[in-house]
């Protein structure tokens, strides 16, 4: 096997050597090169989610949204307005908002206490000569998007515009109310992987009949297509009295519009007995927005490649893929319910989790056991098979990212 750096030398080489169809060549998971472009490519550039409106609802409330090096305060103002600012202080340098959470009427820099307004504008700098112009001394504005109650943040000076995707994706998720619901809990789990694999493993079922009995007795997604397609045909009328969308923006094949985050919304169906994705089959909480019954279903949605979502009718789950380094990652989870769902009351949140805990357990392990086997000299990547395809346009996202930004 050849030194993982030098294999990289051209990234541009390797990138077109990949094989379509097959799984990514081993230095896109172990070379230091190959990350660090995935940090500045992706991660500095792709939307992230960094919140829920819910979490700051009241001017002066506040959350940080942290990636490995970079911390961004996401901040409701006196307006009213949701405003991302870098947590970098003008004067030299320090954190500025410590705490992950809170409220403020401005952030003060614990170092030499230059304090700044909620809209990042700079407050009083003590001792600072007149002749600076406090008017540039301001903290840096983050790029940042409220998307049916969803806050996302870009890193990148020049991101990708929301245009496209808010045609496309406000019809089918407007009836879900995501705007109306708060999160019911968060869970972070570490993996001992490169980031690629994890987004790789979500991306596809294929896994799911060994791996996920749990999944696999109520979803249909880990079947051949012709045997789920009668199943989708029976929810479809179901959906339609329901006022569940179920028109599908599918860009399978057709990556993301020029200069948008990639997209995607489609609707399947449970098995039978199945109203929503719980242990035996029963709902969990209230249903969501504008939803009148259960249909049975559940939607994939995809803001951006990093988020992925599903959304059942009684409630949602969004998923964040947050790298620490090349070899760690951490898969977080979270789970909104309807804004005025109270647990215990109308949900138990035992329950409420269970299935995609136990899921997100034995992925947690499937994803490190195909680690291990990527750092392998035998390692040579293997062909996809159909049900795969949205691993592959991960893939072909993905490498399109590093090709073209
Ligand atoms: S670094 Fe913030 S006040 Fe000095
Ligand atoms: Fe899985």
Redesign the pocket.
């Known amino acids: 096997m050849k030194d993982q750096e030098s294999q990289v030398a051209d990234i541009g080489s390797l990138i077109a050597a990949q094989k379509a169809g097959y799984a990514l060549a081993q230095p896109f998971y172990l070379s230091d090169a190959i990350f660090a472009q995935d940090v500045d490519r992706v991660f500095y550039q792709e939307w992230q989610l960094a919140g829920h409106v819910s979490e700051i609802p009241d001017a002066g409330d506040y959350i940080l949204f942290e990636m490995m090096r970079e911390s961004v305060i996401v901040v409701r103002g006196d307006d009213g307005k949701v405003r991302a600012l870098a947590n970098v202080?003008?004067?030299?340098?320090?954190r500025?908002c410590i705490e992950p959470r809170g409220n403020t009427k401005r952030f003060t820099?614990?170092?030499?206490?230059?304090a700044f307004n909620l809209d990042g504008s700079l407050f009083n700098?003590r001792m600072l000569g007149q002749d600076h112009d406090r008017s540039k001394l301001g903290l840096k504005s983050v790029a940042v998007e409220v998307f049916h109650g969803l806050i996302y943040v870009s890193l990148s000076d020049a991101p990708a515009s929301f245009d496209h995707l808010r045609v496309d994706l406000d019809p089918v998720l407007a009836p879900f109310g995501l705007a109306r619901t708060r999160i019911a809990h968060r869970e972070s789990y570490p993996v001992q992987a490169n980031w690629k694999l994890l987004v790789e493993n979500y991306n596809e079922c294929y896994h799911c009949t060994a791996a996920h009995p749990e999944f696999a007795r109520s979803h249909a997604t880990h079947m051949a297509a012709e045997r789920v397609a009668p199943l989708n045909e029976q929810m479809l009328a179901r959906s339609k009295a329901a006022g569940v969308p179920t028109d599908f923006v599918d860009c399978i094949g057709s990556l993301r519009p020029t200069g948008s985050p990639d997209y995607a919304y489609n609707r399947y169906s449970l098995f039978d007995g199945y109203f929503t994705g719980s242990e035996d089959g029963a709902p969990l909480a209230p249903l969501l927005g504008d939803i009148t019954a259960y249909d049975s279903g559940a939607s994939d949605v995809y803001v951006g490649i990093l988020n992925p979502m599903l959304i059942y009718c009684d409630h949602a789950l969004i998923y964040r893929f947050v790298p620490v380094d090349k070899d760690t990652s951490i898969q977080e989870i979270i789970w909104l319910v309807h804004e005025d769902a109270q647990e215990g009351r109308d949900y138990d949140l035992t329950r409420l989790k269970w299935l995609w805990d136990v899921t997100t357990i034995a992925d947690k392990q499937i994803i490190e056991k195909n680690q291990a086997g990527v750092n392998s000299r035998f390692y040579e990547p293997g062909p996809f098979v159909e049900m795969e395809a949205y691993t592959q346009r991960f893939i072909a996202a993905y490498l399109a990212t590093l090709t073209t930004n």
């Open positions: 202080c003008r004067h030299r340098g320090s500025v820099c614990p170092y030499h206490a230059w700098a």
